[in-house]
Structures are given as C-alpha cells and as structure tokens.
C-alpha cells in the first residue's frame, strides 16, 4: 500500500494543513516552528510503531485556542486528526477480488483517518457493496425459488436479516450466513477493512534528539531492562544495546563468554561489520573505525561505570592513531550512526514501515548532510515511503523538487487590521508567501548550482535560474519526441546578464574549463555586446543571444514559447482569476513598444488587480518544471514553442567544442 494523499487537521498548530501528495519520498520545507514537527507526529499517530508510541490526547494536542469550543465545534463527533488516502497494492486487490468478484471494488484507493479518543483508525471501504452481495450470491448457485425469497439486497447486513425471516431456509441460504460469519467482522465491510488495515505500515518517527550512549553497565542492565534495579534504562541505552546487535553479537553473547579470546572474537568482530556498513554512507571521514570493548570498571570511573563490567563504543582515527569515546564524537556523527543503528533493529521486526524522520542530519556538516540524502534515496526510499523535514538548504533534494512540500504557519490580517494565524499550511506549490520558508529551496537550487560551477568541463552561461529551468524541460521533451536535447556535456550557470558575462569568464579562467554563453538581448544592448565580442575573454562563436537564434531584434528565453503557450504557463503558475487570465492576444496587446514577451507579461500584470500575485521571472518557470507535461499537448502553439526550442538547443550544442 502506498500513502497517496494527507491531511492533517485539529492538531497543535495546525488547524487544516489541506490536503497535499505525498512520494516514496517527501521533503517538508519549512523554518523553525512552522508546524512541520507537528505534521510529522500526526501522521505517526496514524499507526505508530511500538518503538515510537504516539497518541492523540485533547487536552495536549488540540489547538489549545480553540479548546474550550471544542464540543461547539464538533458536537458529539470526536476531531479527526489524521486523514489518509492509499492506493492498494495487487495482492490486496487480489484477495478482494476472489473473496467479492471481479467487478467488486468502486475504486484502487481507500482513506484511512483517526480521531481523538480511537484506538484504531477509520477505514473507507471502496467496495460496492450491493455488487459483492450479488456475487456472493451468484456464487452459490440459488435455483430461481431460493433467489426469489432473497431477493436483491443492498448491504450484508439486510442480506442476514432476509435469510433469517425465511421460515426454513435451504442449505445453499443457510451456507451463505455461514460465509458471512467466517468474514472478518462478519462482514463484506468488516473483511475488506481488516484486508486493508493489514498492509497498513507502521509509522516510526525519529527525531534529532535519539542519540546512542556510548557505554552500559552490564551487570544492573538486565534489571534494570525489568524494573527491578536501579534508574530507567534511557532510549540511548536501548540503542546501544541495538549497535551491538547490528553489529552481529548481543549482551547475552558477550556476557557467556568464558575465555578472553572469546569474548575479544565477538568485540573485534563486532567492530569490523558495523566500521563497514557505517563507512558506506559516512564519507566525511574514511579513517575512522568503531571499536566495541568490554572491560571492568574503573574505582574513579564515574558511577556507575566505576564497577562490574562495561560495554563501551570508541571510535579510533587511523589518521591520527587514537581512540576516543563514542559520546566525545561530534554530534553529526552520533546522530548518524544512531539512526543506522535503530533503523535496522526496527526493521528486523518489522517491515512494512513508514518513516517519519524530524530534521534529520540537523548537526551534521553540509557534505554530510548529502551522504544522509544519499543514503534516503539509495537504501530507505526502494523500500520504505519517507518523509522528513528540514530548514537545511543542504537536506532539499535539488535534484527532486517535485517531492518538495513547503509548510508554514500562514498569517492574515483580518478586518480590524490585527495579525491572525490561520495555522500550519502545507502546500506542493514551492512558492510559499513567507520567504523564510523558501530560504531553503533557494539556497538548495543555488548550492547545487554554484558547486556545478567547478565541476563542469563545458559551462553555458545564461541569463538566469529560470533560463535554467526552460532549457531543461524543453530539452526533455524534445528528446521524448526523438528531436535534439540538450547535450549532456553541458553545465548551465546562470551569469545574471551581459553585464556579467565579463566576471563569470574571469572567475573561470583559471579552472581550464570551456565557456559558452547564450544570452537575452534588448535593443540597448548591443555596445555591451560589441565589447564583449571585441574583449576576446569568449572564444569566436561562443557568444549567441535568443535574438540572433531565432532571428528577431530583441529576445529573452521566454521567447522561444509561442504567445499561446506562455499564456496558459501564466494562468496556471500565478493562479489568476478567470476575469485576469491572458489569451495569446491580449498578451502580445500589452505592450506594444517591444516584441519581448517576458516584458508583454510585465505590462499585462501591471494593471491587473491589486490582490494578484506580482509577476517575476521565476515562478513560470517552476511551475513547467512542476508540470511538463503540457508540452505533450499537439496542437499550433506547442509545435511551434518545440520548433523554437530545437532551434536554440542546436545552436547552444554548435559552441561545444569538437571532440
């Protein structure tokens, strides 16, 4: 089963998120105390793992603002919480299907909710009821006499109630009680719910705060594990019992060792296995090793490692050729490793998860933080659904910005001109109003960018990150349809303009990299294009504008775009009201002093009303890049845009060098 949808709604700061899609993995974007933990923890409450309980209490969870209303506001019907839609997976169908008939199910998906006060969750059953009562039916083969008695009911139950006002029913009506007693719940509804709810992962949530401790005391643990000796065993503690299972022993192994080569045979290897599996995914640092050692406490060891015998975790650098104790670590690094640790102990008992990460990689470095991204897409995501949240720029997956889902706690100004919240929002639009909870994206777009900058043999300098955005869509698409792409080869920088170009080929031309550039072009342009031409920084042939390739006076990328085309990307990335959506004409009718569209845009948004969202050059952009698949469309317009579109692609592929 694979979580489609959610919707959160009477939970902490969070009054009614909306509904928003979820991926196999979803990235929550927000600043501090948007409400992403609060997101987190409602969907964990859903179906928490034993290793992660959660519960929904009122008193605690509920908006406390809305608190005292709470009976006005939902009468004897308890809030719901959580409201999930899942797809079915074949086997489930499958089941359904042989149990009810081929034509049972009224749809491939079901929603699953939970509400203050429930021990389980609410399951909609997308079965058609009537339909499986006639299959049942049909499947017994009633003589026209026997049918005619049951008649055509609509539901089980009125299908029991039927059979049992039948003065002497046959054996084929009575074995069709006895068909419905051996359904789960004794019912088509009751037997679909229970096929569901056993595909229902369990949701384990991990914070940044689960850290392992670097040392037990072995001889009070076991008690202490009971309750029956000494302080609570901590959460720290149970994961490091955890790390050593990972790592193949136990503390009932190490305890049974009878001879030191024993128990140094399960230490060192012990040691080895989880060095291996941790080195994997930690490439800050390929000299460390984990080195598990059990030895008698100490008298002036701090209580109550000061006596018996103790498991300790350290960490040897073969750098520098020293050892230290797991906790003087950096905190990067424990919570790393902790989260490997517990993860694979959870999933040893327990499969079908679903993972619930709240800022992960919080303290780790930049770098680092790409590791833990790799490791969600390469080792969690083909498995497991995930989702996390962050306000690290570094945890964005630039490279899958459609799973982006921003969050934040939405403020208006009511009548009387006072700031009221209207709770956590959760959008799959990345253009949320607060720009502190874009920070993130941004910086994720303009890291990756920047670290592109080096790296990339062939660099294309263009205007800017939308210019960015449309040759990368357009490309794909055009190689969809067989026609020139994009070459490979390419690395596309955004210089910021002609003014620019100058600086950016001055920065790289110590990095013995290629440089092209394809710019926009304006009619007061052309001195600082002469210069530059006649300034030899770029090589003969590898300074083109938009203009000179399509054959126009003045361009801008968003000239490749037929009129049409661009229209309809404008009416769906700012949302515009029916009376304010463009058509072909009316943008091109905008502004007659230039041919440039992008400025026809400018001029359109100007007069339009002053509650509609403020034209830039970036939002279009995204949201094609969100939507590529109205480029399939085969009609005028999009013909011509792709046409255009090649054009330019050919032209940027021509200053590649030979060879």
């Not at 490309?475 to 910021?496: I, N, Q, V």
Request: a negative charge.
């Amino acid at each position: 089963m694979r979580l489609k949808r959610a919707r959160i709604t009477n939970f902490r700061s969070v009054e009614d998120t909306g509904e928003f899609e979820l991926d196999r993995s979803t990235c929550l974007v927000g600043k501090n105390e948007a409400g992403k933990t609060a997101i987190l923890q409602a969907l964990a409450g859903l179906n928490p793992h034993p290793s992660t309980p959660m519960t929904f209490e009122k008193e605690r969870d509920y908006p406390r603002r809305f608190l005292a209303d709470y009976a006005e506001r939902h009468g004897d019907d308890e809030a719901v919480v959580v409201t999930t839609v899942w797809e079915l997976d074949e086997e489930q169908k499958a089941k359904i299907i042989e149990l009810f008939g081929e034509d049972c199910l009224s749809s491939d998906e079901t929603t699953i909710s939970k509400s203050y006060g429930m021990d389980g969750t609410s399951v909609v059953v997308p079965i058609d009821e009537q339909r499986a009562v006639a299959n049942l039916l049909s499947q017994e083969r009633l003589n026209a006499a026997e049918a005619s008695a049951i008649g055509q009911p609509a539901t089980a139950h009125r299908l029991r109630k039927v059979i049992a006002a039948i003065e002497t029913p046959t054996d084929k009506q009575q074995r069709i009680v006895t068909r419905l007693d051996e359904l789960k719940g004794k019912s088509i509804v009751g037997a679909v719910a229970a096929i569901i709810r056993a595909k229902l992962p369990k949701f384990m949530y991990f914070s940044h705060y689960d850290r392992m401790e670097g040392q037990i005391q072995l001889a009070t643990f076991s008690q202490r594990l009971a309750g029956q000796n000494g302080n609570p065993v901590m959460p720290g503690e149970r994961v490091f019992v955890d790390f050593l299972e990972y790592a193949g022993t136990s503390l009932d192994e190490i305890n049974a060792a009878t001879t030191y080569e024993g128990l140094n045979a399960q230490c060192e290897s012990a040691s080895n296995r989880i060095t291996e599996q941790l080195l994997e995914y930690w490439t800050q640092n390929p000299f460390l090793e984990i080195d598990v050692r059990v030895t008698k406490g100490e008298p002036n060891d701090p209580a109550p490692f000061n006596n018996g015998i103790v498991a300790r975790a350290r960490v040897r650098n073969n750098l520098h050729k020293v050892t230290v104790p797991f906790s003087e670590r950096s905190a990067g690094f424990i919570w790393f490793f902790s989260f490997l640790v517990k993860f694979a102990q959870v999933r040893k008992s327990c499969s079908n998860l679903f993972l619930l990460l709240d800022e992960p990689g919080l303290t780790l470095h930049g770098k680092a933080q790409a590791d833990l991204l790799r490791y969600f897409d390469e080792k969690l995501a083909p498995h497991h659904q995930v989702v996390f949240s962050t306000h690290s720029p570094f945890m964005v997956p630039s490279d899958d910005l459609q799973s982006v889902r921003t969050v934040e706690d939405r403020l208006v100004t009511t009548k009387q001109g006072r700031t009221a919240s209207e709770g956590t929002k959760v959008s799959g639009e990345s253009l949320a109003k607060d720009p502190d909870t874009l920070f993130p994206l941004q910086g994720a777009l303009g890291y990756d960018i920047t670290q592109t900058l080096f790296i990339g043999k062939n660099t294309l300098l263009v205007e800017g990150p939308s210019d960015i955005l449309y040759l990368q869509v357009l490309s794909s698409e055009l190689e969809r349809r067989g026609r020139t792409k994009l070459d490979l080869r390419w690395t596309l920088c955004p210089a910021g303009g002609i003014d620019k170009i100058r600086s950016f080929v001055g920065l790289f031309s110590s990095q013995n990299l290629h440089v092209a550039a394809m710019t926009d072009f304006a009619k007061g342009d052309g001195n600082k294009l002469k210069n530059l031409e006649q300034s030899g920084l770029l090589e003969n042939g590898r300074l083109k504008t938009f203009a000179s390739t399509l054959g126009v006076e003045e361009a801008d990328v968003e000239d490749i775009f037929a009129p049409a085309t661009y229209a309809a990307i404008l009416k769906s990335a700012f949302d515009l009201k029916k009376a304010e959506i463009p058509t072909a004409d009316s943008l091109l009718a905008a502004d007659d002093k230039t041919s440039r569209l992008v400025k026809k845009a400018e001029a359109y948004f100007r007069v339009l009303s002053p509650d509609t969202a403020e034209f830039d050059h970036f939002t279009p952009s995204m949201w094609l890049l969100r939507n590529p698949n109205m480029l399939e469309a085969e009609d005028a317009a999009t013909s011509e845009t792709l046409d255009r579109a090649e054009k330019v692609i050919t032209a940027i592929n021509e200053m590649l060098p030979d060879g």
